[in-house]
């Protein structure tokens, strides 16, 4: 297996890279093919096939005309587009959207940060680049038409998307991880989960979706696993920001955390997800929830939902408040929820860790950072543990209308964290503004 290969085999397993192989060798492969693998719902054509099936569909009226936002290379511009969606296949569901969060995912996402290997990407879509791809892997909308096949879902029926799909059948799902579904091994690539094929267009060009999602889009047409019903009286603004940064923040302090009451906590990076992790600490009972951020305002936030105590950076954790309030024991959790995880703040964070005490690694990082700074010896003499963690570690299913309910009833914060609203044509606007600071949580309303 070469080098750049490997990441993705441990990644995602052996059956993965199987089952992708497979598909890419029948993919390249000058015999036409129908036929398909694994479960089902994997048929895939080749990309030859699906250009005329595509044809076909236009003639039938197939398609609609939206706005989308898009980036079409690496450090390139967030760019509003009008391109054309097709009618969902079997298993997929075209969704009107209503709102569509910002989050500093779809930045990694536009500088190229979490874009794989030129060869993995081949392997998975049949292109060397994730690029042209819409952004956007949080929102929430209501079903506007279904495919063949689709039954938990209906016209009419309110949805979150959720960056995490999740099947329902793989060995993760029926073991209650379904943020570990197996389907996730797609969401880096772009086409469409059911077939391998392509539902956006620009021109003659496909068009990738985040996440297998592509929230930033009047209309958007997903994989029924890739959304999360919720009740028809909940909080669509709220529902779009709860299906990725908060409901992972939140799990990574109740979930990988397991934050229990009397704890100390810190979180690191109060943003949107931090802001999560925050609030979620404190439903968990903590004693005490410091939150660490270089800007003022989000730590100024961060104290009105939750936290206990607030500085700008670790190191003033360590010498200013953690000395007095711990009595020098440190943080039994420490969350890492900053932007863009840089190896010097893992050893900060692990610094401030307790005794037996738990570093929860929530934040992304570029896939080039392949080494972080451990003092190892005292990673062990501590008896600390470091977690990594998708989605929060929790079911999506479950904790998307948990959340929301929560919010209902006035128990979770959401609106106190959107600084404002932006159109579908403003989404580089939005984006400059979350880089500056400006934004905890930018929200695009269609
Ligand atoms: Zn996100
Ligand atoms: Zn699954």
Redesign the pocket.
């Known amino acids: 297996m070469s080098r750049l290969l490997a990441p993705f085999f441990v990644h995602n397993g052996p059956k993965h890279y199987a089952k992708y192989f497979h598909w890419h060798s029948r993919h390249t492969s000058k015999e036409p093919h129908t036929s398909c693998f694994g479960p089902d719902h994997f048929t895939w054509l080749k990309y030859e096939q699906w250009a005329s099936v595509r044809e076909a569909m236009k003639s039938h009226g197939g398609t609609m005309k939206v706005k989308a936002a898009i980036v079409t290379e690496a450090n390139g511009p967030w760019r509003t587009e009008v391109i054309e969606i097709d009618e969902p296949h079997a298993h997929e569901v075209k969704v009107k959207m209503a709102f569509s969060g910002l989050c500093y995912s779809d930045e990694h996402l536009r500088h190229g940060d979490i874009a794989q290997a030129p060869e993995v990407m081949e392997m998975l879509s049949g292109r060397k680049s994730v690029f042209p791809v819409i952004g956007g892997h949080e929102g929430s909308g209501i079903v506007e038409s279904v495919g063949p096949e689709v039954t938990g879902l209906q016209p009419g029926d309110h949805v979150a998307v959720s960056f995490v799909p ?5 060995e ?2 029926l073991s209650g991880r ?1 943020y570990i ?3 996730g091994a797609t969401i880096l690539a772009g086409p469409m989960i059911a077939d391998g094929t392509w539902r956006h267009h620009l021109g003659e060009e496909n068009l990738n979706r985040m996440c297998q999602v592509g929230s930033m889009s009047e209309y958007i047409v997903v994989h029924e696993a890739s959304l999360i019903r919720i009740e028809p009286w909940l909080d669509l603004r709220a529902a779009a920001l709860i299906s990725c940064g908060l409901s992972t923040g939140y799990g990574s302090a109740v979930n990988r955390g397991d934050v229990k009451p009397g704890d100390t906590v810190a979180v690191i990076g109060c943003g949107g997800v931090g802001s999560g992790a925050i609030q979620g600490a404190a439903h968990a009972g903590a004693r005490a929830v410091i939150a660490i951020d270089t800007n003022q305002s989000k730590v100024d936030r961060a104290l009105k939902i939750g936290a206990t105590h607030g500085c700008a950076s670790t190191l003033d954790a360590a010498f200013t408040i953690l000395p007095e309030l711990t009595w020098g024991k440190n943080c039994d959790v420490v969350i890492i929820t900053v932007d863009n995880l840089t190896s010097e703040l893992f050893e900060q964070a692990r610094s401030i860790t307790a005794k037996g005490g738990t570093i929860v690694l929530t934040s992304l990082a570029s896939w080039d950072l392949t080494h972080l700074d451990i003092n190892v010896m005292l990673l062990a003499m501590m008896n600390q543990e470091i977690r990594g963690t998708v989605f929060g570690s929790e079911n999506p299913r479950i904790q998307v209308p948990k959340l929301l309910r929560l919010h209902h009833e006035g128990k979770f914060y959401i609106d106190e964290l959107v600084t404002r609203e932006y159109t579908i044509d403003q989404v580089q606007q939005a984006a400059d503004d979350l880089a500056s600071g400006e934004n905890l949580r930018g929200v695009v309303r269609f």
């Open positions: 999740s099947c329902g059948k793989c993760y799902c379904s579904c197996d389907m």
